[in-house]
């Protein structure tokens, strides 16, 4: 089984940078492709970046893509997401997400196990 605890988020202003952590707090982290989604209220939850279970392939939603960056270190059995340049509209609960996979996913609907979220907001 996996467990996944989300950690990081906060309130910050436009331009300020976070980091979010997901760390799986059982058994191994191997063969798992990981995801971070987020969700703002009354929309509903999409993709920002997944990473493969080796580290070697990552992708990301264009909304992110040069300001966000996922990585994974499998010996802590965590992944994380930089987030730099934030603006309002990145304003979500940030999901971390994990599937046994060894290629990228980007489904929200076929990832097996989720965290509770961690909320970020970004003020203007």
């Known amino acids: 089984q996996v467990q996944l605890v989300e950690s990081g988020g906060g309130l910050v202003q436009a331009g300020d940078s976070l980091r979010l952590s997901c760390a799986n707090s059982?058994?191994?982290?191997?063969?798992?492709?990981m995801g971070w989604f987020r969700q703002a209220p009354g929309k509903e939850r999409q993709f920002v970046a997944a990473i493969t279970w080796d580290g070697v392939r990552a992708n990301y939603a264009d909304f992110v893509k040069g300001r966000f960056t996922i990585s994974r270190d499998n010996i802590r059995k965590t992944v994380s997401l930089q987030m730099n340049g934030l603006r309002p509209e990145d304003t979500a609960v940030y999901y971390c997400?994990?599937?046994?996979?060894?290629?990228?996913?980007?489904?929200?609907?076929?990832?097996?196990?989720w965290g509770q979220g961690t909320q970020v907001t970004v003020s203007s």
């Open positions: 059982r058994r191994t982290f191997g063969r798992y492709t």
């Open positions: 997400a994990a599937k046994q996979s060894t290629v990228i996913v980007v489904s929200t609907g076929a990832y097996d196990y």
